[in-house]
């Protein structure tokens, strides 16, 4: 699976940006998806996390209610809606790929996928 992610850019504090992350291969509706984010200083931080049917949704406490992630597996695509951003969002977010399909792993921790697209930067100014 090969990922690219796109959507980043400079936003105000209060307004939105729609990531998008785009999946090459055929396999990609078996796979769970996530997003995590590395702010400047900091480590890699869980995000969101979407499950294979899209039924199940997991969101870091510092996004709850804020960011929305969704997926088309007939466009093999996976989403980030982030609303009502805050200067402390700005990152570089990344998409991510579970290690294997149908995987169950602890779904917070990076080492549980196994693809990374290269990452978009987003910037929110106060």
């Known amino acids: 699976v090969q990922l690219q992610a796109s959507g980043g850019g400079l936003v105000q504090a209060g307004g939105s940006l729609r990531l998008s992350c785009a999946a090459s291969?055929?396999?990609?509706?078996?796979?769970?998806m996530g997003w995590f984010r590395r702010a400047p200083g900091n480590e890699r931080e869980f995000v969101a996390r979407?499950?294979?049917?899209?039924?199940?949704?997991y969101y870091a406490d510092s996004v709850k209610g804020r960011f929305t992630i969704s997926r088309d597996n007939a466009k093999n695509a996976v989403y980030l809606q982030m609303n009502s951003l805050k200067p402390e969002d700005t990152a570089i977010y990344y998409c991510?790929?579970?290690?294997?399909?149908?995987?169950?792993?602890?779904?917070?921790?990076?080492?549980?996928?196994?693809?990374w697209g290269q990452g978009t930067l987003v910037t929110v100014s106060s």
């Open positions: 979407i499950s294979v049917s899209g039924g199940n949704l």
């Open positions: 291969g055929r396999t990609f509706s078996t796979y769970g």
């Open positions: 991510a790929a579970d290690a294997l399909p149908y995987y169950s792993g602890n779904y917070y921790r990076a080492t549980t996928y196994g693809y």
